[in-house]
T-cell receptor, first 115, second 114 residues
Framework: DTAVSQTPKYLVTQMGNDKSIKCEQN?????MYWYKQDSKKFLKIMFS???????INETVPNRFSPKSPDKAHLNLHINSLELGDSAVYFC??????????????FGQGTRLTVV | AQKVTQAQTEISVVEKEDVTLDCVYETRDTTYYLFWYKQPPSGELVFLIRRNSFDEQNEISGRYSWNFQKSTSSFNFTITASQVVDSAVYFC???????????FGQGTRLTINP
């Protein structure tokens, strides 16, 4: 069973559209994240949720709205997509608000291409 | 704020050579955590190791070893007797207690040629 799963794996869409990426983890973790990897492979955190509560929002445009219906899910909705949003988006999860006892487990990534 | 620097953008070696990937971190916190992740061509991020700032013991796992030196703020990764399957982008990352996020280095693309 996949520990952290994201859907879809690939997403090609036109500028201006609204799209969602879904993430689910079956590890029983209480903290989930979204990271963005740009074309130069640079990975940067976007959001972090702990027990459905937003704890990190790293100056991401408000066109990006994460939603956590429960601890096991953290979806990412993007409005009015722009060319610069093209990237690979990774979902991750970990146990606890602290990194002390665990690492973050990452999903397979969603490659978003905006045309 | 933390910062992680992987000065080597790309490394290319011939199979069976040993190779070391450098990682230098910056943080003002006394409690922090260091990580290495592997991203193979298939794209997923695979956890390799986590180290906390109080544990400077080096670690060996098979052909992989890590050298943590607080004096130089480095957490280098060595692959011994490299294999083609080791070809990937390797990321070093750091996190501080309470910050609840990882700060990644730029990644080092390692190519092992047969």
């Amino acid at each position: 069973d996949t520990a952290v799963s994201q859907t879809p794996k690939y997403l090609v869409t036109q500028m201006g559209n609204d799209k969602s990426i879904k993430c689910e983890q079956n590890l029983g973790h209480d903290t989930m994240y979204w990271y963005k990897q740009d074309s130069k492979k640079f990975l940067k955190i976007m959001f972090s949720y702990n027990n459905k509560e937003l704890i990190i929002n790293e100056t991401v445009p408000n066109r990006f709205s994460p939603k956590s219906p429960d601890k096991a899910h953290l979806n990412l909705h993007i409005n009015s997509l722009e060319l610069g949003d093209s990237a690979v988006y990774f979902c991750a999860s970990s146990q606890g608000r602290l990194l002390m006892n665990t690492e973050a487990f990452f999903g397979q990534g969603t490659r978003l291409t905006v045309v | 704020a933390q910062k992680v620097t992987q000065a080597q953008t790309e490394i290319s070696v011939v199979e069976k050579e040993d190779v070391t990937l450098d990682c230098v971190y910056e943080t003002r916190d006394t409690t922090y955590y260091l990580f290495w992740y592997k991203q193979p061509p298939s794209g997923e991020l695979v956890f390799l190791i986590r180290r906390n700032s109080f544990d400077e013991q080096n670690e060996i796992s098979g052909r992989y070893s890590w050298n943590f030196q607080k004096s130089t703020s480095s957490f280098n990764f060595t692959i011994t007797a490299s294999q083609v399957v080791d070809s990937a982008v390797y990321f070093c990352a750091a996190g501080v207690q309470g910050a609840q996020k990882l700060v990644f280095g730029q990644g080092t693309r390692l190519t092992i040629n047969p």
